[in-house]
């Protein structure tokens, strides 16, 4: 069965500090890889995904995030976060399951920023 | 370019009752998926509708139902319902069922 696991439940940061959410799923086959966020009183957005080719991906608003085959990882980065970005995360992975593509969700990462 | 729609927003509704949620998805999207969201379970996905057609489906009961019109709206409906049924529904509208445009969701409260 495909799962996906976000090791973080609550993250709380000041401006200016590195984040770094960890996201691992297990799935033997091929995956496409996604960081939602849902940012407070809005609806679920895109930040950044993986299909294929360099592993490196970068989002908007300054996230990147790192697809390790060998580690089934695929954790969201940022170098420096701000106020904005207290939301909360989610990683999806989207493989075949008994002839379905189904998207699985993590359970979500919620970051609050301090200013 | 509009983004999706889904009515209504809110929604209480008695055990054993049914109801049907609307989605209308981004202009030109084909694709519609729909997703429960839950405290407990997180986002779970309850199934996909491509051209009118359900081509995946998510690990739910009969209960959760779904179709999708010619102009590619969709409408969800849950027959006898449970109170742990509440929860947030979300409708999501894609070009060609990979990246997802999400709504701002359905809140159901089963009492």
């Known amino acids: 069965a495909q799962s996906v696991s976000q090791h973080n439940h609550h993250v709380i940061l000041s401006e200016a500090a590195s984040l770094e959410l960890g996201c691992n799923y297990s799935y033997g086959g091929t995956v496409n890889l996604f960081w939602y966020v849902q940012y407070p009183g809005q609806h679920l957005q895109l930040l950044l995904k993986?299909?294929?080719?360099?592993?490196l991906v970068k989002g908007i608003k300054g996230f990147e995030a790192e697809f390790i085959k060998s580690k089934f990882s695929f954790n969201l980065r940022k170098p420096s976060v701000q106020w904005s970005d207290t939301a909360e995360y989610f990683c999806a992975v989207r493989g075949e399951v008994g002839g379905s593509y189904i998207p699985t969700f993590g359970r979500g990462t919620s970051l609050i920023v301090h200013p | 370019k509009a983004g999706v729609t889904q009515t209504p927003r809110y929604l209480i509704k008695t055990r054993g009752q049914q109801v049907t949620l609307s989605c209308s998805p981004i202009?030109?999207?084909?694709?519609v998926s729909w997703y429960q969201q839950t405290p407990g379970q997180g986002l779970q996905f309850l199934f996909e509708?491509?051209?009118?057609?359900?081509?995946n489906k998510g690990n739910f009961p009969g209960r959760f139902s779904g179709r999708q019109f010619s102009n590619s709206r969709s409408e969800m409906n849950v027959s006898t319902l449970e109170l742990g049924d509440s929860a947030l529904y979300l409708c999501?509208?894609?070009?060609?069922?990979?990246?997802?445009?999400f709504g701002q969701g359905t809140r159901l409260t089963v009492v």
């Open positions: 993986y299909f294929s080719g360099d592993p």
């Open positions: 509708y491509f051209s009118e057609t359900q081509r």
């Open positions: 202009s030109g999207h084909r694709s």
């Open positions: 999501a509208s894609s070009l060609e069922g990979k990246q997802a445009f």
